[in-house]
Structures are given as structure tokens and as C-alpha cells.
């Protein structure tokens, strides 16, 4: 079965200017939490950088299952 990749190729990183800002290049992709000044300074913003980190994640994460998932069904 082929799909179509329809998302933003990646790598994605975090944004060198804001901890919750999603990129692919320079290209905002997402972001996590809203704004910078929409999150304080504790648990919110801890939350909203560590969901950063697992949407930075996400082509990665997609090209293991795809690789697994070749393996697995031959």
C-alpha cells in the first residue's frame, strides 16, 4: 500500500528562538502551547517544550513505523 505524503518533509527541529516552535527549515510546522507569553514559567511550559520535542519527532518516528512495518509484513 503507498500513500501520499501530504505533511512537511522533515528533519523538524525547535525553533533556536522559541522553545515550544516547531520548524522544518525555516518554515513553521507547529507549535506547542500557543505563544511564548501564553505559558508560564513552570509545569505549562515544561509540558508545551516536551510536546515540542515529540512533534519535532514525528517524520522520525513515522519513517521507523513505516520501516517496521515493512518488516514485519514481509
Do not use: F
Amino acid at each position: 500500500m503507498t500513500t501520499e505524503i501530504k505533511h512537511t518533509l522533515g528533519p523538524w527541529s525547535i525553533s533556536k528562538h522559541c522553545s515550544t516552535l516547531i520548524e522544518a527549515g525555516r518554515r513553521s510546522v507547529a507549535s506547542a502551547g500557543g505563544y511564548q507569553s501564553n505559558v508560564d514559567s513552570g509545569k505549562v511550559l515544561g509540558e508545551n517544550e516536551a510536546n515540542a520535542k515529540l512533534i519535532a519527532a514525528a517524520p522520525d518516528l513515522l519513517e521507523e513505523l513505516r520501516r517496521v512495518s515493512k518488516w514485519a509484513t514481509g
